[in-house]
């Protein structure tokens, strides 16, 4: 199963989701069109597969982490180098998530915006305690947002075979979010 | 053509580009499928038209009134709060470039990303200017970037007329961006 969710997850990217038949996802796994339908029934199934697995891992173990570390400062910290790390190593999945979840079915797609709610609230408490806990929960909202523009504008532009490591923007995007882009000021 | 353009940017966003026909496009504008045909002959014509649009809108006398800013860090300010009131005055327009320009035949989306790069240049020049002119390339294109996720993912959760206005939320990007959530701390 894992393997068709891979093959699937780049084909969805290459391709679009409405684009890619059962057939393409077959072809490219070597199988029968009948042997992923033994697996997931519709095609619907198979996108569903790859983003719960997906938001599986963003979510797991999260909260046990966070813990290990002293102050939201290196916390914060942790956050961005484990958001960009994942997606390093998962970029076809965190692609579809970005640009086919809408095409779920509602009651997939519900499944898989509350998972992203649970990642949004463990992120936003993180910034709130950071931050001092009484900032306005509508710019808590518009800052914890911001965080996850930058960790996920990179879909666009980031190439982690390029001359920056996921580890070094980590730390420009962690320099940037927590001092601004002033303390690079000559 | 303005208007079937917008009534077409709000089917794609509900519909998906994919999904929506020109029978809908029509339905939407009371014309004939004939009426916009004439105007468009394909639907391709009509998502160009209104992404080339939209990039026009972004790049029109941009350089210009950047002109008329002293100061780095004030013209930078500038580029914000044009970003989102284009975005929040836009918003179908917007979310179409960011969702559905890759279905673009080659031609036209290179016309598009020609575009992007024309605004993405103009800001990286600001920025480089903001921080001394000798940021290696790889970095400003990871800070540049970064203050177009931060901008551009407002699609996925801003709403204009909620709490916050696009001005005040201007305001709290610049902040993130320039000085850092630490400028916050209590």
Redesign the interface.
């Given at each position: 199963m894992a393997r068709i969710g891979k093959a699937a997850s780049k084909l969805f990217n290459k391709k679009?989701y409405?684009?890619t038949s059962i057939a393409d996802i077959a072809s490219a796994v070597r199988m029968s069109k009948g042997g992923i339908f033994y697996y997931f029934p519709t095609k619907n199934e198979i996108l569903y597969f790859i983003l719960t697995n997906y938001m599986d891992l963003v979510l797991e173990g999260l909260e046990e982490d966070l813990k290990k570390f002293d102050g939201s400062f290196s916390r914060i910290q942790f956050i961005i180098s484990r958001h960009l790390e994942l997606y390093t190593n998962n970029m076809d999945e965190a692609k579809t998530l970005l640009?086919e979840a809408?095409?779920l079915p509602p009651k997939y797609l519900k499944a898989i915006n509350e998972k992203e709610k649970k990642y949004f609230q463990i992120v936003a408490a993180e910034?709130s305690d950071?931050?001092?806990n009484?900032?306005p929960k509508?710019?808590l909202?518009?800052?914890t947002?911001?965080l996850?523009?930058?960790?996920?504008?990179?879909y666009?532009?980031?190439n982690p075979k390029?001359?920056?490591t996921h580890h070094e923007?980590s730390e420009?995007?962690y320099?940037?979010?927590?001092?601004?882009?002033?303390?690079?000021?000559?």
């Open positions: 679009g409405l684009e640009h809408h095409l910034l950071f931050l001092g009484n900032v509508d710019r909202t518009a800052i947002f911001s996850f523009g930058i960790c996920n504008w990179i666009s532009w980031y390029g001359s920056l923007l420009i995007i320099n940037i979010f927590s001092k601004g882009v002033s303390s690079w000021k000559l």
